[in-house]
């Protein structure tokens, strides 16, 4: 195999397979000699297969297959084949500066003991776009402006697109928890245990790297989502006091979660109008700075008050919608499945008498076409007294039996998962059938949701309450087909069940 290198290049790729030939044919430029270093790609279970033919690559570079198991185990991977007795971390969006290995290189020579060196990692000119600004000023994104070159940086500057460490270091740190599958936590994680166990982190801001990365709104919130519930599991392990999320003494209990639960309740609507606001603020941005470029840091300044309230209000939402998530069980994309699931209801209309029958016309036009109507009757329908229609379906539930046996036909009748129980008048607004829906898909831990009196707010508003308003209920289908029963109706029975009840103000109420 040769001379023994001195840097083992370790660089993951899962999804970035165009971006990874500029790091390689950036690594194959560097000013170090080819033969001090070695390069091992990880390919973490890229389909198809990622293949190096084509690509300039520099001497001793190995191609390591596994099957996708994240950024940690595939760190860990190249670990365990790595010669050299430095170890230099990149993304494989990035792209060295030539000198970047010989820089990394001399910060580990001439004894001093075990040490961290980070590098810069900037986003190339066409990815730094406003969105990019303002999270870097919020210092929720490579905020290196927070940062002093030298030694004592913080272990959450821990960030591995550019950043080398001492192999003997890491090696008794135990390598990289693959306990954090996503690329998140997971090298700030490994950063905390070496700076407990005396490893120093520098900053060189001289150490360059580009990052071919582009960042949307969307993207970014949902990385944020991940932060908080990978801060869970961080949390778990080494305290929530080690890195407050929220500004505060936060732990991740269940008393943490019903908190921002309640949060998520308060803000749902609200959030979305100001995730709009933030989006329309930055998409505006963008396009004055493409028509002025010569005034970019003017425009950037001109509204950055409020386009820096919006993100962070924004940020927190999202990183307590993780917390929720990873306490309840849920990972972010199972919350959003969950609540695309939930989007779509059944409202659930309950015929006593004839004249209940009145209320069916109406009750189609306000399900539309974004929800079914099960109409349960407890008396004889003849053919021909409700309409042909599609969207609805018509059940016979007998008055002598309980609402518990009444539910094993209801749910029969329909796919929903959320379900609106409609009893009397005033009937929904198709407005509040859709916030209903919308608003059981913010925890697991929601059991019932009911209309409160208008209140006159500016937003749809949910509030934990000790009993739900009754006249129009919305629940889920776990949570009927859960119910041990017993007496009273199934919102009798949610408390015990530690489930939560919500009266939702509708706005403008």
């Given at each position: 195999?040769?001379?023994?290198?001195?840097?083992?290049?370790?660089?993951?790729?899962?999804?970035?397979?165009?971006?990874?030939?500029?790091?390689?044919?950036?690594?194959?430029?560097?000013?170090?000699?080819?033969?001090?270093?070695?390069?091992?790609?990880?390919?973490?279970?890229?389909?198809?297969?990622?293949?190096?033919?084509?690509?300039?690559?520099?001497?001793g570079t190995q191609l390591i297959r596994q099957r996708h198991a994240g950024p940690a185990a595939a760190r860990n991977m190249a670990l365990r084949r790595a010669r050299g007795r430095v170890l230099v971390f990149v993304n494989a969006d990035g792209a060295l500066a030539d000198d970047a290995l010989a820089r990394h290189l001399a910060h580990h020579e001439g004894g001093g003991g075990a040490r961290a060196v980070l590098g810069r990692f900037d986003f190339l000119p066409r990815h730094r776009t406003p969105l990019v600004e303002v999270a870097e000023r919020a210092g929720v994104l490579f905020p290196y402006p927070r940062l002093t070159p030298g030694e004592g940086q913080p272990f959450w500057a821990f960030w591995t697109g550019n950043l080398?460490?001492?192999?003997?270091?890491?090696?008794?740190?135990?390598?990289?928890?693959?306990?954090?599958?996503?690329?998140?936590?997971?090298d700030v994680e490994l950063g905390y245990r070496l700076a407990r166990a005396g490893v120093p982190l520098v900053y060189d801001d001289g150490i360059g790297c580009d990052h071919d990365h582009a960042l949307t709104l969307a993207g970014w919130e949902r990385?944020?989502?991940?932060?908080?519930?990978?801060?869970?599991?961080?949390?778990?392990?080494?305290?929530?006091?080690?890195?407050?999320?929220?500004?505060?003494?936060?732990?991740?209990?269940?008393?943490?979660?019903?908190?921002?639960?309640?949060?998520?309740?308060?803000?749902h609507d609200a959030h979305e109008a100001r995730r709009q606001a933030l989006g329309a603020a930055l998409d505006g941005l963008a396009a004055r700075v493409a028509a002025e470029p010569g005034r970019r840091e003017a425009l950037l300044a001109e509204d950055a008050a409020r386009v820096d309230g919006l993100f962070v209000a924004v940020n927190t939402v999202a990183r307590m919608r993780g917390?929720?998530?990873?306490?309840?069980?849920?990972?972010?994309?199972?919350?959003?499945?969950?609540?695309?699931?939930?989007?779509?209801?059944?409202?659930?209309?309950?015929?006593?008498?004839?004249?209940?029958?009145?209320?069916?016309?109406?009750?189609?036009?306000?399900?539309?076409?974004?929800?079914?109507?099960?109409?349960?009757s407890a008396i004889y329908l003849s053919p021909g007294q409700l309409p042909d229609d599609r969207r609805l379906r018509a059940i016979?539930?007998?008055?002598?039996?309980?609402?518990?046996?009444?539910?094993?036909?209801?749910?029969?009748?329909?796919?929903?998962?959320?379900?609106?129980?409609?009893?009397?008048?005033?009937?929904?607004?198709?407005?509040?059938?859709?916030?209903?829906?919308?608003?059981?898909?913010?925890?697991?831990?929601?059991?019932?949701?009911?209309?409160?009196?208008?209140?006159?707010?500016?937003?749809?508003?949910?509030?934990?309450?000790?009993?739900?308003?009754?006249y129009v209920v919305a629940t889920t289908r776990e949570v009927l087909e859960r119910d041990p029963g017993g007496e009273g109706s199934f919102l009798d029975r949610l408390p015990q069940r530690a489930l939560a009840q919500v009266a939702l103000t509708l706005a403008g109420g």
């Open positions: 195999m040769g001379a023994t290198p001195e840097i083992s290049v370790i660089a993951p790729s899962y999804g970035d397979r165009e971006q990874l030939g500029a790091l390689l044919a950036s690594l194959a430029r560097q000013t170090l000699a080819p033969e001090r270093f070695e390069t091992l790609v990880v390919d973490d279970g890229n389909e198809p297969p990622l293949s190096l033919d084509g690509l300039e690559t520099p001497a080398s460490a001492t192999a003997a270091a890491v090696r008794e740190a135990g390598g990289f928890d693959e306990g954090f599958p996503r690329a998140v936590w997971e990385h944020a989502e991940w932060f908080g519930h990978e801060w869970v599991r961080f949390s778990r392990k080494h305290g929530g006091a080690t890195f407050p999320i929220l500004a505060g003494a936060d732990e991740p209990t269940e008393a943490f979660a019903w908190q921002c639960m309640a949060g998520l309740l308060h803000e917390i929720v998530g990873a306490i309840q069980g849920l990972d972010p994309e199972a919350m959003a499945a969950r609540a695309a699931r939930l989007a779509r209801p059944a409202v659930v209309h309950t015929v006593a008498q004839p004249r209940d029958l009145e209320a069916v016309p109406r009750l189609l036009d306000v399900v539309g076409d974004r929800a079914d109507l099960v109409v349960a016979r539930v007998p008055s002598a039996r309980s609402p518990r046996e009444a539910w094993g036909p209801v749910l029969a009748a329909t796919e929903a998962d959320a379900l609106i129980f409609v009893e009397g008048a005033p009937l929904p607004t198709a407005s509040a059938v859709r916030a209903l829906a919308r608003f059981l898909g913010v925890s697991p831990w929601v059991g019932a949701i009911g209309l409160a009196e208008p209140q006159g707010l500016a937003h749809t508003s949910g509030k934990i309450v000790p009993a739900a308003p009754r």
